[in-house]
């Protein structure tokens, strides 16, 4: 028997009794002798060998007396037979392992029904069975006693239990249906759909090219502002500026008939300090003489910007005081849901409703836990009358995208018909289009805007002028749900080329046309409590004679109000005008479903937040949150997107992710705005000092009006003057007083330049000065005639020193918005540096033309030796921690805190010089970037500095102007790309 089979066995028979023997005078015998295993410590081989001595005695002796003993003594012999079964009795009693009993079976004779069930033992270990069966660690949990899955999908209790559900991140009213189709994400405070499960990329993109895409965007808020208008401009006007467009009280968008857009700033902080971007509806005047009227304005803001957005109003108009007359009705805190709550503590028991007779269950809408009855949603200014309420999730809002978003809504919606009779039975159902209905003047608008939707079938989405709204009252959409998926197409029939569809096109919709009755609020209310349940609805379509056929309800069908807004596609650049163009249809709360299913069964795609960002990327236009960072909301992101990444990073071995130091990548997982722009205004004051010994000179003293689209704060404005008094005394002068004053005022220019340096960036946002710098940009072998021509319209200065110096001065802090397009392949990914080339790697692009780009040297890890010593440390803390306990933990953990920052792979805080750090110098960070369908190539977006792309304007020979170097985080291949600025 070898080793291992000794070891095995001795292991089984180390429970086995002690040795049973019975003394006698003339020493055992071999009938004596009971050798066992016991547990007395004796080594196994050392019990084997004995046993094996002592049964060559007994035989030896046998062999020497060969008689039989004459007589057996009975109560000795009893006594060894009695031990011997005794000990028998116990070595089956006791177990020789840690297996259960059934384990202990051959395993010819084991069965998986033993482990359950007793009686399948044999009979001889049922009873060792049922001994373990009743220890404690074998017992069995209890199993709680709940409702079957019949009475778990009843109605109440699910919508109690979505209700429950959704108190920490609010649902949609599309939640469950995206939950089935989507990958689910938590942002913002709520539960969005990410991007669909099935591989749908480029059918997304075909969807928004050929036909439609539809997303929810009812995650987005809306504020409402109630007041003057007087009074309401006079306030927004000191949150916007007109050099960055059109702003609250430009005409069309004042009449009501068209959507703005614009970027919001803190009260006469303009180009600095920014809130986020906005898009705004004016209700349309009741009449030509109602300027006295209280206006209603709707304000619409991404999540992440809401609460910066709604501080700063409250307090620009001193709304401090909340109403409490204008408090939503508590539908959060329902008794079902108290139940529910008290129900999830007792577990294991039967849930019973206390007072069934008495409840009565509250109507609730699934993805509607927005409000809190314990906060104020109505704000009032007792100084100016203004009041401000927030509608989030009060009136919802869906994004149709794609040249045949006319098709979907013209197929899915019915336009509502005039009703002048009411049923008794059904009074408070349509009470309000009944009396709407009895007003001949009214008639006749609803009759204009119903003729105007007829007209957009037989249009394209970006025919129509940006931002048309359109005020219209439709029928319930589930009446005409058609049985099949089908594909809304144009129908060539409808569409005249007449002298309405231009005037359409070219006017847009009338003011008055795009009045709704969305904008009252009781309204809303009625048509979302009066909406007939999907119960009765289908129990009316049973009983038809012809099973599909359509349902007439007559005067209980609901009339729902609804505001279609055109949004615009893309509009700058001079390639692919109006792609990506479409509707917003905004809807009152509860309807979600009701229209989210109609628009899907004729033929549009759905899609999510990642849909959303590619669409953005293909419009080339900035994605919210993601490419607004000198925004609250935007440093927000980017703080926790580089959290997110760095935990990416940490997840993987060091010898399996990129050393960012050898590729020469300071950052990696931020771009550092703050330092890129401090580190080139220091390049270009030292290039100031080099080019000029007077750091200011009389031409350097300009006003605001000779900087194109300067901004017009005073603080900014004051400078140029300043600037030129200090240059008059900076001239050499023979008394002292002149030299004195001038060394005063030259300090004082110094402390200005601090703080001005001390300053956040800002992002150049004034539409003239862009259009400017876009001129620059572009080549001399690339402009066209019409370029050119339009260049001479618009007075373009020549690319000079003394042109940039007063730009510099007035933004030496600013990013750029550009768009960049690869040459050759390659696909630039997040956060990729933007790099100016040298003037070697322009020579090597004229000699080869297939020359990719150059590439970065590899750079040494200076910190590699400081992160081993680190690691070493901490192992020698870990095991000091482990022997002297507790007594050094506040600073083993103070240390730990203290060099968590060093890693390999990448270089710790604070950073040097970002813009010379590489063989090329960097310019700016790439925030959306990736291959494009659209143009066959990479394309990128991102921002750049300001004075650095200047300064690269100036440098660059006329036919190479606008190339510029692209480079992955994790790549040392630099690659030439064209960049743009559009406008």
Known sequence: MSNAKEKKKAKKMKNQPTSVTFPSDSGPSHSEIYFQNGGDGTPYHKKRELRSEALQQGFLRQKKSNEMPKYITVSPFVQARAAEIKAMLKAVTQKSSNTLVF????????????????????????????????????????????????????????????????????????????????????????????????????????????????????????????????????????????????????????????????????????????????????????????????????????????????????????????????????????????????????????????????????????????????????????????????????????????????????????????????DSTDAEVNSWWIENCSHPDRVSLHRRQEAIFDLLQGLGSSDIPSGTVLGLTVEDPRVNLPKKRSKAMPNPEKYQDDEKVRQLILEGVPAECAHSFLWDQNICRSVTENKMPEQELNRLRSKLLVPGSHLDLGPRESQIPILLVQHSGKVAGKDRPGWGSGWDVYLPKGWGMAFWLPFIYHGARVGGLQEALKHSLYKRTPHVPHDYPDCPA???????????????????????????????????????????????????????????????????????????????????????????????????????????????????????????????????????????????????????QRMRHLASQLDRKELTEDALLPILQHYPRALVWVSLSLLKKGSPELHTMICIPAEEDLLELDKDPHFCGPQEPRHSDRFKNKVSKQKARKKRERAKKATEGSASSALTVMTAEQEEDAMLGLWPDPLPDVTSHCSRILLGFVTQGDFSLAFGCGEALGFVCLTGLLQMLVGQPGDKRGLVLLRNPASPQYRFARLTIEV
């Open 103 to 422: 384990q202990s079976l051959p395993r010819h004779m084991r069965r998986r029904a033993m482990s359950h069930n007793i009686k399948r033992l044999p009979r001889r270990l049922r009873e060792l069975a049922r001994r373990e069966a009743e220890r404690p660690e074998h017992q069995k949990k209890e199993i709680p006693k709940s409702k079957c899955r019949k009475a778990r999908r009843r109605h109440t209790d699910m919508v109690a239990a979505f209700n429950r559900r959704q108190k920490k991140n609010i649902w949609l009213e599309t939640h469950i249906w995206h939950a089935k189709r989507f990958h689910m994400v938590k942002k913002w405070g709520y539960c969005l759909g990410d991007k669909p499960t099935t591989k749908s990329y480029r059918a997304c993109y075909r969807a928004m090219t050929n036909h439609c895409l539809l997303q929810d965007l009812s995650y987005y808020c809306c504020l409402e502002l109630i007041g003057k208008e007087e009074k309401l401009l006079a306030v927004l006007a000191r949150m916007c500026n007109v050099d960055a467009g059109p702003t609250f009280a430009a005409i069309p968008c004042l009449a009501g008939k068209r959507q703005g857009a614009l970027t919001l700033y803190k009260v006469d902080r303009y180009s600095e300090e920014a809130l986020g971007p906005v898009t705004f509806i004016w209700k349309p005047r009741q009449g030509p003489d109602s300027t006295a009227e209280n206006r209603q304005l709707w304000i619409w803001t991404h999540p992440a910007c809401k609460q910066d957005i709604l501080a700063e109003l409250k307090e620009a108009f001193q709304c401090s005081e909340p109403m409490e007359s204008c408090n939503p009705e508590p539908i959060v805190a329902l008794p079902q849901e108290e139940s529910t709550m008290d129900v999830a503590g007792n577990v294991g028991k039967k849930r019973k409703r206390k007072d069934a007779e008495a409840f009565v269950p509250v109507k609730k809408i699934i993805g509607d836990g927005t409000r809190d009855p314990h906060q104020p949603y109505s704000w009032t200014s007792q100084t100016t009358g203004i009041v401000i309420s927030d509608l989030t999730m009060e009136i919802l809002r869906y994004r149709l995208i794609g040249p045949l978003s006319h098709c979907v809504l013209t197929e899915a919606l019915k336009v509502a018909s005039v009703h002048t009779e009411l």
């Open 634 to 784: 935007g440093i927000q992101f980017a703080k926790e997107l580089e959290r997110n990444l760095l935990e990416k990073f940490k997840r993987h071995p060091p010898a399996k992710r990129a050393n960012y130091i050898k590729h020469g990548t300071l950052a990696p997982f931020l771009c550092p705005w703050d330092k890129l722009t401090q580190d080139w205004e220091a390049r270009n004051r030292a290039h100031g000092k080099q080019m000029h010994t007077p750091a200011l000179d009389s031409e350097a003293c300009v006003t605001e009006e000779q900087v194109s689209g300067g901004p017009s704060s005073g603080t900014l404005v004051a400078e140029a003057p300043m600037a030129g008094q200090v240059a008059e005394q900076m001239e050499p002068c023979s008394q002292t007083s002149t030299q004195m004053e001038g060394a005063e005022k030259m300090a004082e220019l110094c402390k200005k330049e601090e703080a001005a340096s001390s300053q956040a960036f800002c992002v150049l946002r004034a539409r003239k000065l862009l259009r400017q710098v876009s001129a620059w940009c572009l080549s001399t072998a690339s402009k066209s």
